[in-house]
T-cell receptor, first 115, second 107 residues
Framework: DAGVIQSPRHEVTEMGQEVTLRCKPI?????LFWYRQTMMRGLELLIYFNNNVPIDDSGMPEDRFSAKMPNASFSTLKIQPSEPRDSAVYFC?????????????FGPGTRLTVL | GQSLEQPSEVTAVEGAIVQINCTYQTSGFYGLSWYQQHDGGAPTFLSY????GLEETGRFSSFLSRSDSYGYLLLQELQMKDSASYFCAAGNTPLVFGKGTRLSVIA
């Protein structure tokens, strides 16, 4: 099993540009989570999907952020326009159930730098 | 609201035992999980406690007391490779993570 796959692994962009992060969850997992990690704020949940349906997006910082899961094997997190304060490591994770009491499997993360 | 508190940093000697504590305030609590994250890496699952008591997995053990809203991760026979950040997480849906404890193992 390849695990959770994220791309790109590193992204450097300029303020105002659109950024799209991609995630392929583990096959058979029906929950998918997007997290953001910074030194100041720690690991924050942005949004999670269950069976491709967004369940809770209360962690999405503002309208500049959007996430989609068009099918069970693919999800995107888009930031438009990007700002320097969006610089962070973005993790995608998947789990075979709700994720509340089961193991979550994290991808390697995308390190985003917005100049 | 939901919150988990854990120490920000801990230092211990190779071969020793270290305990990382976690107190929590959450609604709809199901259990407590622990994750390990090495610098530059992704969090990886270590353990989960749904019931009170001690769960042992090799050198690592995790404890939960629901009445005290408290748990800990115990690492024995510390090795240099155990230097990492350790996160407790409340077993709600979704998980809520603590800010993490950075463990430094020194020779």
């Amino acid at each position: 099993d390849a695990g959770v796959i994220q791309s790109p692994r590193h992204e450097v962009t300029e303020m105002g540009q659109e950024v799209t992060l991609r995630c392929k969850p583990i096959s058979g997992h029906n929950s998918l989570f997007w997290y953001r990690q910074t030194m100041m704020r720690g690991l924050e949940l942005l949004i999670y999907f269950n069976n491709n349906v967004p369940i809770d997006d209360s962690g999405m910082p503002e309208d500049r952020f959007s996430a989609k899961m068009p099918n069970a094997s693919f999800s995107t997190l888009k930031i438009q326009p990007s700002e320097p304060r969006d610089s962070a490591v973005y993790f995608c994770a998947s789990s075979p159930a709700g994720g509340g009491y089961n193991e979550q499997f994290f991808g390697p993360g995308t390190r985003l730098t917005v100049l | 609201g939901q919150s988990l508190e854990q120490p920000s940093e801990v230092t211990a000697v190779e071969g020793a035992i270290v305990q990382i504590n976690c107190t929590y305030q959450t609604s709809g609590f199901y259990g407590l999980s622990w994750y390990q994250q090495h610098d530059g890496g992704a969090p990886t699952f270590l353990s989960y406690n749904a019931l009170d008591g001690l769960e042992e997995t090799g050198r690592f053990s995790s404890f939960l007391s629901r009445s005290d809203s408290y748990g800990y991760l115990l690492l024995q026979e510390l090795q240099m490779k155990d230097s990492a950040s350790y996160f407790c997480a409340a077993g709600n849906t979704p998980l809520v993570f603590g800010k993490g404890t950075r463990l430094s193992v020194i020779a």
